[in-house]
């Protein structure tokens, strides 16, 4: 049986446990009196009124990071996508998070995952992952507005996983597949592009050169045609100047004469011999002939 010490020592020791309260670094403690708010203790010792002061509620006051359980997500491209993320909190007001809302740590899960929802849905599957930080920051903005009465300030959130169902997994395959076909087409058909303009332009150019070769030739051979003119008609000038000279010496104009008379009478005897015609014997069937012979006849007598 308890003595009566014992009763005494027993209401004692539950006098000091409600009297003496001690709070650590990482939390914040709500007094109430009489069940009505009191203050509210940070960390340290402290001393309580026994059976009129209680500690109603302790609030975690460092960071917390909440696992968000994965949820199906339909994006803006009709694509189903299983996301799931980290949410980072703080308590930043003990009283407001222990009097504004039930549970702040149940309802920041459900705000997350209803806002990653609303907020992917947006947009579509291949901005999830090019434009993750900006999910995250509009998940934080949405958060953190509507967390700010319960005195929870939210840091961060991070978007840790985007699956894709096996369905969609598959079909994203294949359009990868047909896109990079496609990219390897526009480069072969570029590449032949290149091919033909270079062969073409290969034999444009052959084709000036050719052209201006040909061009060239003419040109020297003109040029040379000219020269060649150009000294045939020096030289004959020169000829007929010296001839022209001769021709004013004296006895000049009678060798002139003599040697038209015997191109005359070369140039007939050719017409003769081409026409067959026979009058004189065949030494003397020219008047060169007969020229020569009258001369030789003429040399007998005088000797």
Same mark, same amino acid.
């Given at each position: 049986?308890?003595?009566?010490?014992?009763?005494?020592?027993?209401?004692?020791?539950?006098?000091? *446990?409600?009297?003496?309260?001690?709070?650590?670094?990482?939390?914040?403690?709500?007094?109430?009196?009489?069940?009505?708010?009191?203050?509210?203790?940070?960390?340290?010792?402290?001393?309580?009124?026994?059976?009129?002061?209680?500690?109603? *509620?302790?609030?975690?006051?460092?960071?917390?990071?909440?696992?968000?359980?994965?949820?199906?997500?339909?994006?803006?491209?009709?694509?189903?996508?299983?996301?799931?993320?980290?949410?980072?909190?703080?308590?930043?007001?003990?009283?407001?998070?222990?009097?504004?809302?039930?549970?702040?740590?149940?309802?920041?899960?459900?705000?997350?995952?209803?806002?990653?929802?609303?907020?992917?849905?947006?947009?579509?599957?291949?901005?999830?992952?090019?434009?993750?930080?900006?999910?995250?920051?509009?998940?934080?903005?949405?958060?953190?507005?509507?967390?700010?009465?319960?005195?929870?300030?939210?840091?961060?959130?991070?978007?840790?996983?985007?699956?894709?169902?096996?369905?969609?997994?598959?079909?994203?395959?294949?359009?990868?597949?047909?896109?990079?076909?496609?990219?390897?087409?526009?480069?072969?058909?570029?590449?032949?592009?290149?091919?033909?303009?270079?062969?073409?332009?290969?034999?444009?150019?052959?084709?000036?050169?050719?052209?201006?070769?040909?061009?060239?030739?003419?040109?020297?051979?003109?040029?040379?045609?000219?020269?060649?003119?150009?000294?045939?008609?020096?030289?004959?000038?020169?000829?007929?100047?010296?001839?022209?000279?001769?021709?004013?010496?004296?006895?000049?104009?009678?060798?002139?004469?003599?040697?038209?008379?015997?191109?005359?009478?070369?140039?007939?005897?050719?017409?003769?011999?081409?026409?067959?015609?026979?009058?004189?014997?065949?030494?003397?069937?020219?008047?060169?002939?007969?020229?020569?012979?009258?001369?030789?006849?003429?040399?007998?007598?005088?000797?």
């Amino acid at each position: 049986m308890l003595t009566t010490a014992s009763i005494i020592v027993i209401v004692i020791g539950l006098i000091l *446990y409600n009297t003496i309260i001690i709070v650590p670094e990482r939390e914040n403690v709500i007094v109430e009196r009489l069940g009505k708010f009191q203050r509210c203790l940070k960390p340290g010792i402290f001393f309580l009124i026994p059976f009129f002061d209680k500690a109603a *509620y302790k609030q975690e006051v460092r960071e917390q990071v909440i696992d968000i359980p994965s949820q199906s997500v339909i994006t803006s491209d009709n694509i189903q996508v299983e996301v799931d993320g980290l949410l980072y909190l703080q308590v930043m007001d003990a009283k407001r998070a222990s009097y504004g809302i039930g549970n702040y740590l149940a309802a920041s899960i459900n705000l997350a995952q209803t806002t990653m929802r609303s907020e992917v849905g947006k947009i579509t599957l291949g901005k999830i992952f090019s434009e993750r930080e900006e999910v995250n920051s509009k998940i934080i903005s949405e958060i953190d507005k509507a967390s700010d009465p319960w005195g929870v300030k939210v840091l961060r959130y991070e978007v840790k996983d985007i699956s894709p169902t096996r369905n969609v997994v598959e079909t994203l395959e294949k359009q990868m597949e047909a896109e990079r076909e496609k990219r390897a087409e526009i480069t072969r058909a570029t590449a032949e592009k290149e091919k033909l303009i270079n062969v073409s332009e290969g034999q444009r150019q052959m084709a000036v050169n050719l052209s201006q070769g040909s061009k060239q030739k003419q040109i020297n051979e003109a040029t040379g045609r000219a020269e060649s003119i150009k000294l045939i008609a020096d030289a004959t000038a020169k000829s007929l100047n010296m001839v022209g000279n001769a021709i004013e010496q004296p006895g000049g104009k009678e060798a002139l004469k003599m040697k038209m008379v015997d191109q005359y009478i070369d140039e007939l005897s050719q017409v003769i011999r081409g026409g067959n015609v026979s009058v004189f014997p065949a030494e003397i069937a020219t008047f060169k002939g007969i020229v020569e012979e009258l001369k030789t006849q003429t040399g007998s007598l005088v000797n």
